[in-house]
């Protein structure tokens, strides 16, 4: 619970009633947990608490409309490409050299 309390804290959050804090204390455990198995497949990326680690799936389709909810086939919109980070990146880079030629 004090990590829950500081995340309030941290994003000014208030709850109008008891039912609605404890629902929301749920949710942000499942928050916890969706970032402990993240963090336990080592996918090169991270994720963490943010402003809407209180919302439930319900909460977040509403704001956005009722989007489709993620699959292996339908990456999330502004999901990080899937780049080879083993992969050594060149000492210098011309953009001139590696762009296509702009007409005037």
């Given at each position: 619970m004090p990590e829950f309390l500081s995340?309030?804290?941290?994003?000014?959050?208030?709850?109008?009633?008891?039912e609605?804090?404890?629902?929301?204390?749920?949710?942000?455990q499942n928050s916890l947990r969706?970032?402990?198995q993240h963090d336990h497949q080592e996918k090169g990326w991270?994720?963490?608490?943010?402003l809407f680690s209180d919302w439930s799936e319900e909460d977040m389709s509403q704001?956005?409309?009722?989007?489709e909810e993620e699959t292996e086939d339908m990456p999330?919109?502004?999901?990080?490409?899937?780049?080879?980070?083993?992969?050594?990146?060149?000492k210098e880079l011309w953009w001139t050299d590696n762009t296509a030629p702009v007409k005037r």
């Open positions: 995340y309030l804290s941290t994003h000014g959050k208030m709850y109008n009633t008891e609605e804090f404890m629902r929301r204390y749920g949710n942000f969706h970032i402990e991270g994720v963490g608490l943010d704001l956005y409309g009722g989007q999330m919109v502004g999901a990080a490409p899937d780049y080879d980070l083993t992969k050594k990146l060149p």
